[in-house]
């Protein structure tokens, strides 16, 4: 049980990495508020987008949204990552990331938003025009605030998944909490960090999880 | 060299692809093998979960709720590279494809757990009781009854669970397992030319745009009835 | 309060053989009920005679449906001593999936299982409770069907019946069974109107087959015609029961009185 401790509970480990830790947890923070918000905006816009039922955008846009969500968003980010020096384009590692998390995110926000919206009766849109409201005063005003609450759980889940998907900046050598905690094992020889990390987004993203479960069974009970 | 003709040497290398095309369809059947192997154990896990958690044992319940909420905290990545790294150090070295089996298949079985259990609220009530009113039990009700109808119930988001956690193959990369991408990327290096990149993109686009199309029909077909 | 009302067996009876001399097959006495904080039944007894058909009439919220339920343990009394067909449904020890499949349940919402046919819904208790065979089960089944006068519909989901037809096959997944008495819980509340008369047709032929039954329901004229008992009930108590041509004609309470003329309007 001490050699356990000392292997996954080391404290001694666990407070020299601390330092680099938080940084890398700052680190993933920053990701977050960069990734989620660039996401968000990507797919209000697919999804607005996705009104227009003519075949020239819907087809086009289901390719779109069905080509980022087919890819692994490991594969795309090491693509941009890998690829994008011999295209003669530098960006850095956060640039990248940011890029790779955009196309996937937005993706995934916009399905989201979609569905939403066509689970908004059409009698919403007649009344709302009726009354002398533009097209995009409608969407803004009357569809989008119903069609957002009535897919918030799914929002939650994927924003969720946002959050838990920064860790794969580390493959790309960004500072983030994995990256760190893994350095940190590597000079140390001691798991502990990664348990560290581990425990970090643990406490991090439980709430969430929690407040999930319950919108989730909520959802289920109000049908 | 015009910049078109640069960028299909780049990207689309003719003679880099034919060198590193047998490795990249190596890959792609690892990857198929690993993914129908997290499939099947993670839905099998989550769904034992699910039914384990009907029975309303107290104390058995807040374990499985713990373990749910562990599973769908943590990211995959972090699971992997703990299992991977963690576990020599306690004298068992799995390698990094069981490392990456082991921990897909408990994200998955958390996330099937969760929606199967939801599932099986969703049923009404009634079902229940006209069961048990004609003399079923509790097991027979459940098998017969209730999770026939809660597995419709959660057959969609099952379905779009099930493809994005089995994209997560590509993280293998991370701890050596030959999978599509780790390939490639290590034939970029060999060959200072992307285009195997490319290749293992296109494979990917292979293996998943049917999957993913997949799930989108069987949104639509389960969404017309109820 | 507990009203004892003793039953006079000499009245005549408007239908059916003459009902009361042997034990009852239900004889719940002195039944409690507590929903949290909510008294729902007040120390209820309802006894009820081979053949006999008892109808429970009363205002919504009357504890009715919960003293139905009770009689087949799909809720537990608080207290009180529930006997069926000789058999103690609260005894710890009582068998309570071998009682109930003599008890046959009809629901207000049918709750016929949506992803079988017809004859799936009738011989899964079949086939689970009774052990039968799949073509004894079917043969079963498919006899329970036309006595409810859907057997075309053997091989229909219940998605593809109208309320009236998944009501009835609801019957025949009772009766196939072959219960001691049936409970039927509003039976006709959830149908259009146009649709009540056919259940109410397979009650009837029900009754003359002699099936002991126990209906809660608001069809006044079905009560009228072919109840042996009327027992109107209010506020979790027995107020007040007798054949249906007193309660309907001359009821003695004015709670009774109450309910009745407001059915009227």
């Known amino acids: ?223 | 060299m015009d910049s078109w003709d640069r960028f299909v040497f780049t990207f689309f290398n003719a003679q880099v692809m034919a060198t590193y095309l047998p490795r990249i369809v190596e890959g792609f059947f690892l990857t198929v093998q690993l993914a129908l192997l997290i499939v099947i154990s993670g839905l099998a896990l989550g769904l034992l979960l699910a039914v384990v958690r009907s029975f309303g044992i107290r104390p058995l319940n807040w374990l499985i709720i713990f373990l749910v909420d562990l599973f769908r905290a943590l990211p995959p990545l972090v699971i992997i590279v703990l299992i991977y790294f963690g576990l020599p150090s306690l004298g068992a070295a799995p390698s990094g494809f069981v490392s990456t089996w082991i921990s897909l298949t408990l994200v998955l079985a958390a996330f099937a757990e969760e929606i199967v259990w939801g599932g099986i609220l969703a049923v009404p009530k009634g079902q229940w009781e006209a069961a048990r009113s004609t003399g079923l039990g509790f097991a027979t009700t459940l098998t017969h009854v209730v999770l026939p109808q809660a597995l419709r119930l959660s057959i969609p988001p099952l379905t779009n669970r099930t493809i994005a956690i089995t994209k997560g193959t590509a993280l293998g990369s991370v701890v050596a397992v030959a999978e599509i991408l780790s390939v490639a990327s290590g034939a970029v290096g060999f060959s200072s030319n992307p285009s195997p990149l490319t290749l293992g993109a296109i494979a990917y686009l292979i293996l998943f745009v049917p999957v993913v199309a997949f799930g989108r029909w069987v949104e639509t077909r389960f969404a017309w009835k109820r | 309060m507990i009203r004892r009302r003793t039953r006079v067996a000499a009245e005549p009876v408007m239908t059916g053989p003459a009902p009361i001399v042997a034990a009852p097959i239900v004889a719940a006495s002195g039944i409690h009920k507590h929903f949290g904080a909510l008294h729902v039944l007040k120390g209820v007894d309802l006894a009820v005679a081979e053949r006999e058909l008892v109808f429970v009439i009363g205002p919504s919220g009357s504890g009715k449906s919960t003293l139905l339920r009770c009689c087949n343990r799909l809720e537990t009394p608080s207290s009180g001593r529930i006997i069926v067909d000789g058999i103690d449904l609260l005894d710890r020890h009582t068998d309570i999936n071998a009682v109930r499949r003599r008890i046959g349940m009809v629901f207000q919402q049918f709750n016929l299982y949506p992803h079988m046919t017809a004859r799936g819904n009738v011989t899964l208790a079949l086939r689970k409770v009774l052990g039968k065979g799949r073509a004894e089960a079917d043969e079963i089944a498919d006899a329970a069907l036309a006595r409810v006068g859907l057997a075309e519909k053997a091989n229909a989901y219940p998605l593809e019946l109208s309320g009236g037809q998944q009501q009835r096959v609801a019957i025949a997944r009772a009766i196939a069974l072959e219960p001691r008495v049936m409970l039927f819980d509003e039976p006709t509340s959830a149908l259009d109107p146009e649709l009540v008369g056919g259940v109410l047709a397979v009650m009837r032929s029900l009754r003359e087959a002699g099936m002991t039954m126990v209906v809660v329901s608001h069809e006044m004229g079905f009560a009228r015609a072919a109840a042996d008992r009327v027992v109107f009930m209010d506020h979790g108590l027995v107020v007040e029961e007798g054949p249906p041509a007193q309660i309907f004609g001359a009821p003695e309470q004015e709670r009774t009185r109450a309910f009745l003329r407001q059915l009227d309007h």
Request: glycine letters at 6%.
């Open chain 1, 1 to 223: 049980m001490d050699e356990f401790i000392a292997t996954f509970f080391n404290v001694e480990v666990i407070r020299a990495a601390s330092p680099i830790l938080l940084q890398g947890l700052w680190m993933t923070l920053l990701l977050v508020l960069v990734a989620v918000p660039l996401g968000i905006a990507g797919g209000v816009l697919l999804a607005v987008l996705s009104v227009f039922r003519h075949p020239a955008v819907r087809w086009p846009l289901i390719a779109w949204v069905d080509f980022f969500r087919a890819f692994p968003p490991l594969v795309l980010l090491v693509f941009i990552y890998a690829g994008l020096p011999f295209a003669g384009i530098e960006i850095g590692a956060f640039g990248c990331v940011a890029i790779g998390f955009f196309l996937n995110t937005s993706s995934y926000y916009g399905e989201i938003l979609r569905a939403g919206i066509e689970s908004i009766p059409r009698g919403q849109v007649e009344a709302a025009r009726s009354t002398g409201l533009s097209a995009a005063q409608t969407m803004t005003w009357v569809v989008l605030p119903q069609a957002v609450r009535n897919v918030l759980p799914d929002l939650v889940s994927n924003t969720l998944e946002v959050v838990k998907l920064t860790s794969i900046a580390s493959v790309v050598a960004l500072p983030e909490l994995l990256f760190q905690a893994r350095q940190a094992q590597s000079v140390t020889y001691n798991p502990s960090p990664i348990v560290a990390a581990a425990i970090i987004y643990f406490l991090l993203l439980w709430p969430f999880v929690r407040l999930l479960s319950r919108l989730e069974h909520k959802a289920v009970a109000r049908r």
